[in-house]
DNA sequence: ATCCTCCCCTAC
DNA sequence: TAAGGTAGGGGAGGAT
């Protein structure tokens, strides 16, 4: 309720908007406390490992178990499960397993109904051994791998990746990026004078193009035959049934004439539209046609900005003559057949004075169509006609907030004053509110992009039982994040940190299965003194901050990673080997650590002991302590930690605090504190232990 | 006023 | 089973 409460003591739009929110969850038929606030017991003690296909399915199986006071495995161990639950099992399963207890999904069920814990006999699983042979060679591999491995993915070396591949919605984000590289690439290619800047949007006629159901389209390329009928993209196969929590990705219009969206569980709509047709992804594909897209556009014209891999703006004020509508309609007309025919699907767009136009009328225009609104009358006509949903920016929330007050559609706002809207949307939302009803849009076109950020997230899958697990996924995102980085040529000062951790009253495991299920979000960030791309750097950051907070290692459902205040890695300033003219003369210039392959920390370059001693020493007989040092000195000690060279890491402390202690100043013996305690935090979490400075 | 931190919201 | 990421805008509330 931790969420909840403090809210309520806030105030009661937010305590509102919260739990709308929350039931807004896929899954709100998750809780487990009964009505009166009592929870059955009857399955105290009992720990289920359900497998495979079970009827009822196991999400439901894992409910009703939840509820009654047992717990659910994800993973099978000898040690902690007590049942085994399933409807059918092969028989290298029932052998690997004779000695545990498998029982089928009904005694669950009919304990449930009975509310008291049933005898298993008659629920036993039976099935009789005949010829399996050698059905099974691959599922037993998978098998052994989860018997003797009933340690969570999560923190498997592969797992970042091979979630990142498998991830619609990461090929989608980072297209974008990879996109505006091309299209630089293109303009260099085709305009090879022109210089990128933004522009205004007076005097523009704009484009927004947008292909028509992308990813389906794209599979329908290769799959003529499925035209014309519901299709969708998902990971499901499909002989999947109607339980299936699958995402869709993208969906055919035949499928959307049954109510079916992007987005929704396979379940949900095979309940809509029984009769739709799964297609896998094809992320290859996709990328290709986007810079095929993109290649059309920015030949055509340098106006050209990224919004996704599969839609754009652009601004033809120099190709066309702006007083000539019927020329407008012909140049977008050809536009959209070219794409047509050199990728193979079907293309909208709109057309307006700007963005925010041209974005609505392409919703007109779809699928495969055009709409030119473009003149101040129709402009407006057009905008006071459509529901406030369809303004760019304002989604369900805000939307929310705007229909208390019973406004529908953006005429019903042309009365409000700035002011007005400001009160309840805040400045600035309210003043872009009152300016897109009027089909004002006083963006640029961006043209220049520049980063601001850069992060890394993984919300799916995630099971952890310790900070130590905890800490070692991190480090693979770090890692992850370390490369992007590199390949984006930017370093930042302001680390972080991104958890998912499942709210008070949701289920241990959410109905989608490895989902994150209702979660509070966390974040908390830290600055660095100076800007970094080092993965090792900032992972020893983050763990900092896991340090700091107060965690429930199992109730981690998602982990991100962000760093901004960016710079262009090219300039980074190598801090410590400028300042330390204070500490010491000659050293390198060399980060203290630049990969993760080292197997010896490096201070300045420099793996000796001696040397490095060298150079604290020096150090803290210096005038002053800078910041700057403080942390090189910090981050080598976690490196030290990290390879669990100990040893060292308390002959440096002593030999600092003797130094300094004989010194006696103030801002000294402060530094030597503040490193002693990182250094005790870090041996605490990663090695659950204390150092002793004392004897030794 | 302006900044900062920790969020929430939105879009694809 | 399933692969619920990512970047940017911006608001609330406190510190400066
Ligand atoms: N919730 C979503 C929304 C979109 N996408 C992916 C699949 C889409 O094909 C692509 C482009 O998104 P659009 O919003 O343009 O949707 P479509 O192109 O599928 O349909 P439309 O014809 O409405 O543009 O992004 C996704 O994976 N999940
Ligand atoms: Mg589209």
Redesign the pocket.
């Known amino acids: 309720m931790k969420s909840l409460v403090s809210v309520i003591m806030?105030?009661h739009k937010d305590y509102m908007?919260l739990k709308r929110?929350k039931l807004d969850e896929?899954?709100t038929n998750q809780r487990f406390l009964l009505e009166d606030g009592k929870v059955s017991q009857i399955f105290k003690g009992v720990s289920v490992y359900i497998t495979g296909f079970t009827d009822p399915p196991?999400a439901v199986l894992k409910e009703i178990v939840l509820r009654n006071g047992g717990s659910v495995q994800m993973f099978f161990s000898k040690t902690h499960v007590t049942h085994i639950v399933a409807s059918n099992l092969p028989d290298f399963k029932v052998k690997l397993w004779k000695n545990d207890m498998i029982v089928t999904p009904l005694w669950i069920v009919d304990c449930d109904a009975a509310q008291s814990r049933l005898s298993e006999a008659k629920y036993i699983l039976y099935r009789t051994s005949e010829n399996i042979k050698d059905m099974m060679t691959k599922n037993e591999v998978n098998i052994v791998k989860s018997v003797s491995k009933n340690i969570p993915e999560t923190t498997s070396k592969d797992f970042v990746g091979?979630?990142?591949s498998?991830?619609?919605?990461?090929h989608?984000?980072?297209s974008?990026?990879e996109l505006r590289h091309e299209v630089s690439r293109l303009q260099s290619q085709y305009h090879p004078s022109y210089m990128p800047t933004n522009r205004k949007q007076t005097a523009s006629v704009i484009v927004h193009v947008d292909i028509d159901c992308f990813f389906v389209s794209i599979s329908l390329c290769s799959r003529p035959h499925l035209r014309g009928k519901p299709v969708c993209v998902?990971?499901?196969?499909p002989n999947?049934k109607l339980d299936?929590?699958?995402?869709i990705s993208s969906c055919s219009y035949e499928a959307r004439k049954f109510g079916v969206q992007n987005g929704m569980f396979?379940g949900n709509a095979l309940k809509l539209c029984p009769n739709i047709i799964t297609v896998p992804y094809e992320f290859e594909s996709y990328h290709k046609a986007s810079n095929e897209l993109y290649r059309i556009l920015v030949e055509k014209t340098p106006y050209v900005e990224v919004?996704?891999c599969?839609?754009a703006f652009m601004d033809i004020v120099e190709l066309v003559d702006i007083s000539d509508e019927t020329l407008i309609q012909e140049f977008v007309q050809d536009l959209r057949s070219q794409i047509h025919s050199s990728i193979g699907c079907t293309v909208s767009a709109g057309i307006g004075p700007n963005k925010l136009v041209a974005r609505m009328a392409t919703r007109q225009g779809k699928p495969n169509g055009q709409y030119v609104c473009y003149s101040e009358e129709s402009v407006q006509d057009y905008i006071k006609s459509q529901p406030l949903q369809n303004l760019?920016?304002?989604?369900?929330?805000?939307?929310h907030k705007l229909e208390l007050q019973n406004f529908k559609l953006c005429g019903d706002l042309l009365l409000k004053s700035k002011a007005e809207l400001s009160d309840l949307?805040?400045?600035?939302?309210?003043e872009?509110v009152y300016y897109y009803c009027r089909g004002i849009d006083l963006r640029d076109l961006i043209l220049k992009?520049?980063?601001?950020?850069?992060?890394?997230?993984?919300?799916?899958g995630i099971r952890v039982e310790t900070i130590k697990e905890l800490e070692t996924f991190l480090l693979n995102l770090c890692k992850e994040l370390d490369n992007r980085m590199k390949a984006e040529k930017v370093s930042g000062s302001?680390v972080?940190l991104k958890l998912k951790e499942r709210s008070e009253n949701a289920a241990v495991e959410?109905i989608?299965?490895?989902?994150?299920?209702i979660c509070?979000?966390?974040?908390?960030?830290v600055?660095i003194a100076n800007a970094t791309n080092d993965g090792s750097v900032i992972h020893s950051k983050v763990m900092s901050l896991v340090n700091s907070m107060t965690l429930i290692p199992r109730d981690i459902r998602?982990i991100?990673v962000?760093i901004s205040k960016l710079k262009d890695s090219s300039l980074d300033q190598k801090n410590f080997a400028n300042t330390n003219k204070k500490i010491s003369k000659g050293s390198k210039d060399v980060p203290i650590c630049t990969s993760f392959q080292c197997s010896v920390p490096e201070f300045l370059g420099h793996k000796n002991t001696g040397d490095v001693k060298n150079i604290i020493k020096n150090w803290c007989e210096s005038p002053e302590p800078y910041q700057v040092d403080v942390d090189k000195v910090d981050e080598y000690l976690s490196q030290l930690i990290k390879y669990q060279n100990i040893n060292f890491v308390q002959e440096l402390l002593k030999f600092m605090r003797k130094i300094l202690k004989e010194r006696g100043v103030p801002e000294w013996n402060a530094v030597f504190n503040s490193t002693l305690q990182n250094v005790q935090r870090q041996i605490h979490v990663i090695l659950n232990g204390i150092l002793n400075l004392e004897d030794l």
């Not at 989608?512 to 299920?517: A, D, F, N, S």
Request: neutral net charge.
């Open positions: 806030g105030s908007t929110q896929q899954n196991s091979e979630f990142y498998n991830s619609r919605l990461h989608l984000s980072t974008v990026s998902t990971h499901a196969k999947d299936s929590y699958a995402e396979l919004v996704s599969d839609e760019p920016g304002i989604g369900r929330a805000t939307c949307l805040g400045p600035k939302t309210g872009t992009h520049e980063r601001k950020s850069i992060s890394v997230e993984i919300n799916y302001l972080t959410p989608k299965y490895m989902g994150h299920g509070d979000n966390i974040s908390k960030s600055n998602g991100g962000q």
